[in-house]
């Protein structure tokens, strides 16, 4: 008899999970709260007009190909890597900076502010390689089963890293480079990380090694949910099922195992197996009411920043956007100190500006574009109300129209704003946090939620919050982690 598996929530966490499982032999049913699979890698269609609601990079692609490649089928998903990776529009300068890949078309773009700079890139990028190869595999990559074993393993991590625990981010890139502008873009990607560059540890360097000198990033023909659409026709194929319009709100138990979830009409559901791709810090409070992850206590957790997302139909072609694109303003540290904890909209927001229609026509109609503006805002621990969502979108409209030179407003066809809450409430995002838990040294590794349930012993846990972290490539591998976790227990039944 196969062992039953009940999957919460259909985020690439859970898909991926699914997938593994299934091809091992496991009969896996998926139970999603919202109307379609994907999670925050979702998709909106409106008259013509194709948006990624999310993710729109993608990065260490080799982790989706080995999802694939474990389950018998080669990756079916087209990517194309991005050089320039993306182009960055500083306030006051109509001209954006290309951030090529490519070292030495990097050095072309900056040669009047930045002499020298692929040999200082080099530099730079060499320790935070290091690193990253350092921990891939010890730390990133492996299920600890307690807090020693963690501490025993990251012992074995070269001590030449250590200073780089204490420095920040913003002290390293300053030590790096002299342009204030080459700094703010090296540091950006903290932001990814939940945090700002002056309180992110130099370490986590490593992320611009992986975006600039390792895997890159990839865009995704068709769009990102691609990846989501080719995930659902093998797991049809592998006859696993996906009941939508279906919220887990609580539980039965017997002794130390789950017998049952119940859903918001009271329908039980039963399995051998439970596996959350429900946020892991916050399921254990609302579902479980675990005093340890308290509504008191999450909030004092460190989050990561909530997104406000737009996505407009526009008539007529943006010559000066390209298909990925940063907007960023003149006060960066006065931003970044702000940003996390502001009651109130940012005056002069930074965003990210997405085109796929730039690579991808089939994503609008004849003679349009697809636009998708993210601006990272504080989430709703900080800023409950978000009655002003019109009046920031505005905001940003104003500004994206005036500085590509196109009256973006007259030109709208269609337009959607998400605000925190709504991203709250359509995944069960913790106050709306766009990436979840943040990756602060007490938050990661053995201190992050774990992927296996503390008391119950047939439930585990997939997704951002568990282990090892956020973003599409890391959830990927918490699906392989929670995997070998499956299989410690029950065994590979193919
Ligand atoms: C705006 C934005 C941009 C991003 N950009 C990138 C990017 O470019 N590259 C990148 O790598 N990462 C990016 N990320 C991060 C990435 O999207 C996430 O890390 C990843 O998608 C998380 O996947 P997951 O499976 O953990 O969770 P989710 O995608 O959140 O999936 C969880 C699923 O569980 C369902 N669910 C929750 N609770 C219940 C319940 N009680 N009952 C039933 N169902 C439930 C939810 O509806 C959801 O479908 C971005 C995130 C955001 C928000």
């Not at 194709?50 to 990079?57: A, I, Q």
């Not at 500083?90 to 900076?97: S, T």
């Not at 085109?355 to 990272?376: H, M, Q, R, T």
Request: contains cysteine; glycine residues 8%.
């Amino acid at each position: 008899m196969k062992k039953k598996v009940l999957i919460i929530g259909s985020g690439l966490g859970g898909l991926s999970t699914a997938l593994r499982l299934s091809v091992k032999g496991y009969d896996v049913t998926i139970l999603e709260k919202h109307s379609k699979a994907g999670g925050r890698l979702n998709q909106l269609q409106i008259d013509g007009f194709t948006f990624d609601v999310g993710p729109s990079f993608m990065s260490m692609s080799y982790e989706l190909n080995e999802l694939f490649e474990s389950c018998g089928v080669k990756n079916p998903i087209k990517m194309t890597e991005l050089d320039p990776l993306y182009n960055v529009y500083f306030e006051g300068n109509d001209k954006p900076y290309k951030i090529w890949k490519t070292l030495e078309n990097l050095e072309k773009e900056f040669a009047e502010i930045e002499p020298n700079l692929a040999a200082k890139v080099e530099k730079y990028l060499k320790r935070g390689g290091e690193f990253f190869h350092d921990t891939e595999d010890a730390v990133i990559k492996s299920n600890f089963n307690s807090l020693i074993s963690y501490l025993f393993q990251l012992s074995k991590v070269p001590k030449k890293h250590l200073p780089y625990l204490f420095r920040t981010m913003w002290n390293e890139v300053e030590r790096n480079f002299d342009s204030n502008e080459v700094r703010v873009i090296f540091s950006l990607v903290a932001f990814f990380l939940g945090s700002t560059p002056f309180q992110t540890p130099a370490i986590y360097s490593l992320l611009n090694y992986t975006e600039m000198k390792h895997d890159g990033y990839w865009k995704v023909e068709g769009g990102m949910y691609k990846i989501v659409d080719e995930l659902l026709k093998l797991l049809s194929a592998q006859k696993v099922k996906i009941v939508y319009n279906t919220e887990i709100v609580g539980f039965e138990k017997s002794n130390n195992f789950i017998s049952s979830l119940i859903d918001q009409n009271g329908k039980k559901w039963t399995a051998d197996i439970f596996i959350s791709n429900s946020d892991a810090a916050s399921f254990r409070g609302k579902i479980l009411k675990r005093e340890k992850f308290s509504e008191e206590k999450l909030d004092k957790m460190e989050w990561t920043l909530a997104p406000f997302t737009i996505y407009l139909g526009v008539k007529g072609s943006i010559d000066n956007l390209a298909h990925h694109n940063y907007f960023l303003g003149k006060n960066f540290r006065g931003y970044a100190d702000a940003i996390f904890t502001s009651s109130i909209s940012p005056q002069k927001p930074y965003y990210y500006v997405n085109v796929s229609s730039k690579s991808y026509k089939e994503c609008a109609p004849d003679g349009c574009e697809n636009i998708f503006i993210l601006c990272p805002v504080p989430d709703l621990r900080f800023k409950k109300d978000w009655s002003d969502r019109e009046e920031l979108a505005n905001n940003i409209i104003d500004d994206l129209s005036k500085r590509t030179g196109f009256d973006i407003k007259n030109n709208v066809l269609v337009k959607k704003i998400f605000d925190p809450e709504d991203w709250g409430k359509m995944f069960n995002l913790y106050k709306g946090s766009g990436l979840g838990l943040s990756h602060g040294m007490l938050q990661v590794g053995a201190f992050r939620p774990k992927n296996k349930d503390e008391q119950f012993k047939n439930l585990f846990y997939v997704g951002a919050s568990t282990t090892p972290g956020t973003g599409l490539p890391m959830v990927i591998i918490s699906s392989k982690l929670v995997e070998e976790r499956i299989e410690e227990v029950y065994g590979n039944l193919s």
